[in-house]
């Protein structure tokens, strides 16, 4: 166990639903980064919020969003679910905004049909 | 733009043998490089880091290499076991925007044949 929290493990949802993702990062850490990765794909970074504010944003399609809340864990919004969408989707986190390593969670599965 | 890849992405080795695991990068700035595993259905795993001020790290049987005349990182394993198995990741930090960013290579897998 990492100590970075994601559920639900899998989801399976048709196309043009939306779904949440949730994260629940390391004790004491405040930065929580989302990534995306496909099928034989690397990681391909989402977005990070720090301490409940958004801090860098990466490849992240206007049909999603992300929020952190004031207990740090953090939720990811996917709607009008494509068929390309399905991935697995990490959330990590690290104590700082910055350069360190990080901790990542298990993943959410997400398979749109 | 930059950019984080991996020359091999497969890379099969005996049990036994050392695996060597290569990494080049773009981004000139980047002052911290790090290594992941990532076992099938699990999230990726730090493994080992190195700051750019250096130019060798040791782990447990993991050595980390960075030459940044080439702007190459690799990943060596000593005396590679079935549970090495993995796809390994290399990951640069820098600045973009304002903030520090990390870059993920694609990947390469390791395949470890007993």
């Known amino acids: 166990d990492s100590g970075v929290t994601q559920t639900p493990k899998h989801l399976i949802t048709a196309t043009g639903q939306r779904v949440t993702l949730r994260c629940s990062p390391r004790s004491g850490d405040l930065s929580v980064y989302w990534y995306q990765q496909s099928l034989d794909q690397g990681l391909q970074f989402l977005i990070q919020y720090y301490n409940g504010e958004e801090r860098a944003k990466g490849n992240i399609l206007e049909r999603f969003s992300a929020q952190q809340f004031p207990d740090l864990h953090s939720e990811l919004n996917l709607s009008s679910l494509e068929l390309g969408d399905s991935a697995l989707y990490f959330c990590?986190?690290?104590?700082?905004?910055?350069?360190?390593?990080?901790?990542f969670g298990s993943g959410t599965r997400l398979t749109v049909v | 733009g930059e950019s984080v890849g991996l020359h091999l992405p497969t890379l099969s080795v005996q049990e036994g043998d050392n695996s060597i695991i290569n990494c080049a990068y773009s981004?000139?700035?980047?002052?911290?490089f790090i290594w992941y595993k990532q076992e099938s259905g699990k999230g990726p795993q730090f493994i080992i880091d190195?700051?750019?001020?250096?130019d060798k790290r040791q782990g447990q049987r993991v050595t980390v290499l960075l030459n940044k005349t080439v702007k190459h990182l690799s990943l060596q394993i000593a005396a590679t076991q079935p549970g090495d198995s993995a796809v390994y990741f290399c990951?640069?930090?820098?600045?973009?925007?304002?903030?520090?960013?990390?870059?993920f290579g694609t990947g390469t897998k390791l395949q470890v044949i007993p």
């Open positions: 190195i700051r750019s001020n250096m």
């Open positions: 990590a986190s690290s104590i700082t905004a910055g350069a360190g390593g990080y901790t």
């Open positions: 990951a640069e930090n820098g600045q973009s925007g304002g903030y520090q960013k990390v870059t």
């Open positions: 981004n000139s700035a980047s002052d911290y």
